[in-house]
Nanobody
Framework: VQLQASGGGLVQAGGSLTLSCTASGINFDEKSMGWFRQAPGKEREFVAG????????VSLDSVKGRFSVSRSRARNTMYLQMNSLRPEDTAVYYC??????????????????WGQGTQVTVSS
């Protein structure tokens, strides 16, 4: 099982980034997927997720209206579109695949596969 996250980088406040997470070795069509982030000295938090059917949920109040999540079955890839970025969005962003099939998950313990993380840095 491999989740390859990409798309992070350095961006000025107000800018945009699109993160990608490509999965291999799992039945992508049966798994809900999630994006988490972890800033230095803080706990990992659930940002957004998407069901195996493609229904998105943006969970973190501070990013609602600015971030959106989507997936492509054809590409086995999940995306996180991040707009109007703020310095407080600076973190390592991780993608993850749920352990169980056909369930929507939010807590880290329910995700069995993780990407390596991609750094997002927003300068003021």
């Amino acid at each position: 099982v491999q989740l390859q996250a990409s798309g992070g980088g350095l961006v000025q406040a107000g800018g945009s980034l699109t993160l990608s997470c490509t999965a291999s070795g799992i039945n992508f069509d049966e798994k809900s997927m999630g994006w988490f982030r972890q800033a230095p000295g803080k706990e990992r938090e659930f940002v957004a997720g998407i069901t195996y059917t493609g229904r998105p949920t943006v969970s973190l109040d501070s990013v609602k209206g600015r971030f959106s999540v989507s997936r492509s079955r054809a590409r086995n890839t999940m995306y996180l579109q991040m707009n109007s970025l703020r310095p407080e969005d600076t973190a390592v962003y991780y993608c993850a695949a749920s352990s169980r099939s056909f369930y929507f998950e939010r807590t880290p313990g329910h995700f069995g596969s993780w990407g390596q993380g991609t750094q997002v840095t927003v300068s003021s």
